[in-house]
């Protein structure tokens, strides 16, 4: 049986760069769009065109550099907005308008003082406006999380009839359950007259961490877009992060849904746009994180040495990472350390392996990590004659 794409909706360049102290430059910006082209997305966000000269020309330029993937222009529901995305855009292959409005009772009432009626009326014009310019246009509904869902329903049900393609439906603040922001979709699917002449997408943020759960809920519910970013950077706590929607569909096979992305790019693909942001991945990061598949616990280490499926479910192959780590702690078991000292030449009996053990927890309790050249070390002051098999 064939599975359901979901198409993957990037916007490290658009909303990813919006973190403090990530600007990136347009050359940078080119590479990295290079590279979420290589790796298999679907659409690229490209920038906010009309807030700033250089987010314009860098969107530009990424039109013109991309050849198969559609290139997306964020605007507001202003028709000025709207215009010159359009100019932008106008040498993608494959242009989209990212246009909408905040739509939950909060944002109505006191970010635009205006009523459930008007903003429908802003939203179909906008959208409407942007059809003028594009064939491909996408609607953002600004805080469907917390969005009456009937509202929400009439709001898509008009933009779909106005000619939107795509409906986004943004957790904004991050405030949503999984199966409660499940449900809103599955609600949408089932309610909204044309739903099936869009798109559905998920744009979750991680206020709760919860912004994965959330896409995963909404693509099981009928959404087939997710909107995310490498290492799952982003406003505040930062938005769905690419690499761990891919791999949880890939996981799952259950589920009967997967994404075009080259999973053994993955790694590469977060190294690069942490160094090109000046943003670490923080060690323990799901997929990316230097972390990920290190091991330090014995009875891990024995478990993963014996069968690597025994404490790891992703080959570390598979998202283009070498292989698993043994790290030597005073935490660590003897398979470990005879693991280690096996791949720098010493091939250890069990007396002596007991032996030099005992040397090795002195030695571990007084530092963090046991490196290689500690390994040669400890050996060497055993009380035991080993022969190293590495040709001096």
Do not use: W
Request: charged fraction near 25%.
């Amino acid at each position: 049986m064939s599975k359901d794409k979901v198409q993957i909706f990037d916007t490290t360049l658009r909303d990813g760069e919006q973190v403090p102290g990530c600007k990136l430059d347009t050359t940078q910006k080119l590479i990295i769009a290079e590279r979420l082209e290589e790796l298999g997305v679907d659409i690229i966000e490209a920038g906010f065109p009309i807030s700033s000269p250089g987010d314009f020309h860098s969107v530009s330029e990424i039109a013109k550099l991309v050849k198969d993937v559609t290139v997306c222009g964020l605007t507001r529901a202003v028709k000025k907005d709207i215009k010159v995305a359009a100019e932008a855009l106008v040498h993608a292959k494959r242009p989209r308008i990212h246009t909408g409005i905040g739509t939950s009772e909060s944002h109505i009432k006191f970010k635009f003082n205006t009523t459930q009626e008007k903003i429908i009326e802003r939203a179909v014009d906008a959208v409407a406006y942007a059809k003028t310019f594009v064939e491909d246009v996408e609607f953002f509904a600004e805080d469907a999380g917390r969005t009456d869902n009937e509202y929400l329903a009439r709001v898509c049900e008009a933009v779909i009839a106005a000619g939107a393609t795509v409906l986004n439906i943004p957790d904004t603040t991050g405030y949503c359950l999984p199966e409660e922001y499940g449900q809103k979709i599955k609600y949408l699917k089932e309610n909204v007259k044309g739903i099936d002449k869009a798109i559905l997408s998920c744009h979750c943020h991680n206020d709760l961490g919860l912004a994965t759960a959330n896409s995963i809920s909404g693509a099981i519910n009928g959404a087939r877009q997710i909107e995310c970013t490498i290492n799952g950077i982003g406003e505040r706590a930062g938005n769905t992060s690419l690499e761990e929607v891919v791999m949880v569909l890939r996981q799952h096979p259950n589920l009967n849904i997967d994404t075009n992305i080259n999973s053994q790019l993955l790694y590469s693909t977060s190294q690069m746009v942490s160094q090109k942001m000046g943003m670490p991945v923080q060690p323990n990061k799901a997929i990316v994180g230097s972390n990920a598949f290190a091991h330090s616990s014995g009875i891990h280490q024995d478990g993963v040495i014996k069968q690597r499926e025994t404490y790891e479910i992703i080959d570390p192959k598979d998202v283009g990472v070498d292989q698993s780590s043994i790290v030597l702690t005073a935490r660590s078991g003897r398979a470990a350390l005879a693991y280690r000292a096996k791949n720098i030449g010493y091939e250890l009996t069990k007396v002596q392996l007991d032996v030099v053990y005992d040397e090795f927890l002195g030695f571990a309790d007084k530092h963090k990590e046991v490196h290689d050249a500690d390994i040669h070390q400890i050996i060497e002051k055993s009380p035991v004659d080993i022969v190293s098999s590495v040709p001096s």
